[in-house]
């Protein structure tokens, strides 16, 4: 019996059955079942893996099985996707793979081992491209095929041509929808000013972050410089970036963050204000992400307040600044149609009605943050979702709502001065789009809004 295969079954029920996240769950079950290092890796590609691919398995295990997965039981349902990822997307041998999923439908669902059997023998038989192609014949609009092939929900990829489109990149919506099928590389930010140590000291510079690397065992070198390094994609440290970098810091400058957890950008505005002698708060909502954003900026002396409220009911003078602050940074809650690479199940989870809600949210954040800055302070807006109702939909009603006391900042001016190397960045400046199949990083959305009066 194959420990491995076992833990990931497990896991993909949890998701399945109590809306668990892959990404907490399965460190828990690797250690509580003791996997070796190897199985370990290899519970960690078969979860991931076939919670990603699982709208595409489905649909190569309806032609095999020659019926509907509304049909199978939701737990053989399971044995069959986790063999489907084994047997057309890993090089785990056809035996191997059959054998161990049967083994494993024999311990929880004996009465479907022969139907186990048979369905992954039939898959089997077809290489993994003949099966891409059987599937996408079975597709009657280019959408459903697009959806079928790259495992997306197709409500997902209307939303995901629509915000390629409007930022100029109609025709990457493959390559976008294929790179997030691919586990990230664990990214790395060394917090400036903390230490000596470069990003280049400590492993290889990221393209475009002064502070972001990767290594060969980032988690040792994490626990190796106590809090000066941490993990963090390369596109949210440039969003931190481009609101502590837009302009000159002056000392006694007045921050706040004000969705702050779980506190990765925190940790990097905090050690750019204290650079800058700048003051820093911090607020979020729900109390658990606080303590996680007192334990991410633990390691940066600076005495930084966090509060735990709703950002929408603000008092700034309680927050020691009567006068308003001078940047804020709103790290809007969204959808995280941006990082569906880093949370496998979270394509199938997300509705088309969540939309709605995030961005009238969204909308009554940007009015909350408007009102706490002072005239001439900077607003940056961040998302790490590009759809166009949480990005450029939520500007475009903020600037109705506050006319001209508001003004756009050439943000893609800032990212360019911020990045190390030369950046792509398309659109008319006063926003930028990151993407994953574009930059390697989240698909983040940042705009710099200035406060005029
Ligand atoms: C995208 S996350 C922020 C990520 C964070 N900036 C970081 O880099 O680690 C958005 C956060 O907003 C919080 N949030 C949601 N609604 C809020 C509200 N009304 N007021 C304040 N925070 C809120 C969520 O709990 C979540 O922690």
């Given at each position: 019996m194959s420990p491995a295969r076992i833990v990931a079954h497990e896991v993909l029920g949890a998701v399945r059955?109590?809306?668990?996240?892959a990404n907490l769950l399965l460190p828990n079950r690797i250690e509580r079942s003791k996997l070796s290092e190897a199985d370990a890796a290899l519970a960690t590609e078969l979860t991931y893996g076939t919670l990603r691919l699982s709208g595409y398995y489905d649909a190569v295990i309806e032609i095999a099985a020659?019926?509907?997965?509304?049909?199978?039981?939701p737990a053989v349902l399971d044995i069959l996707r986790l063999g489907a990822h084994q047997l057309l997307?890993?090089?785990?041998p056809t035996h191997a793979a059959v054998h161990e999923q049967v083994v494993i439908a024999h311990r929880v669902a004996p009465q479907a081992a022969g139907f186990v059997n048979a369905v992954l023998r039939t898959l089997s038989r077809t290489d993994a491209d003949e099966w891409k192609t059987r599937v996408a014949a079975r597709a009657k609009t280019e959408d459903a095929r697009l959806a079928a092939v790259h495992s997306h929900p197709e409500w997902i990829v209307r939303a995901l041509r629509a915000a390629l489109d409007r930022d100029e990149?109609?025709?990457e919506l493959e390559a976008l929808l294929a790179a997030d099928n691919v586990s990230p590389r664990v990214n790395l930010a060394v917090l400036p000013g903390?230490?000596?140590?470069?990003p280049a000291d400590l492993g290889t510079p990221n393209t475009?972050?002064?502070?972001g690397f990767t290594a060969e065992r980032p988690i040792a070198l994490v626990g190796a410089h106590e809090g000066r390094v941490r993990v963090q994609d390369e596109g949210s440290q440039l969003a931190a970036l481009a609101l502590t970098r837009a302009k000159p810091v002056e000392p006694g400058e007045r921050w706040l963050d004000?969705?702050?957890?779980?506190g990765g950008k925190t940790a990097i505005l905090a050690t750019e204000a204290l650079a800058g002698d700048a003051v820093l708060v911090a607020n979020e909502l729900v109390p658990a992400r606080t303590e996680l954003v007192r334990r991410a900026i633990a390691g940066v002396p600076l005495d930084v307040p966090v509060r735990t409220g709703d950002?929408?009911?603000?008092?700034i003078a309680a927050l020691g600044s009567p006068d308003g602050f001078d940047r804020i940074l709103l790290d809007a809650p969204c959808t995280g149609l941006g990082a569906l690479r880093r949370r496998p199940e979270a394509r199938w989870r997300k509705?088309?009605?969540d939309v709605p809600a995030l961005s009238l949210l969204q909308g009554e954040l940007v009015d909350a943050a408007l009102r706490a800055l002072r005239p001439g302070g900077l607003l940056g807006y961040v998302t790490c979702s590009p759809h166009t109702a949480e990005t450029h939909g939520t500007i475009a009603a903020a600037r109705k709502r506050w006319g001209d006391r508001i003004e756009s900042v050439d943000t893609r001016a800032v990212i360019e001065a911020v990045a190390e190397h030369p950046i792509d960045v398309r659109g008319d400046g006063s926003t930028v789009q990151l993407w994953p199949h574009a930059h390697?990083?989240?698909a983040m959305f940042i705009a710099l809004l200035r406060k005029t009066s």
């Open positions: 059955d109590d809306e668990a996240y020659n019926r509907s997965v509304a049909q199978i039981d997307a890993t090089r785990v990149r109609a025709g903390l230490g000596d140590e470069t475009y972050s002064p502070l004000l969705c702050a957890g779980p950002g929408r009911d603000l008092e509705q088309p009605t390697g990083t989240d």
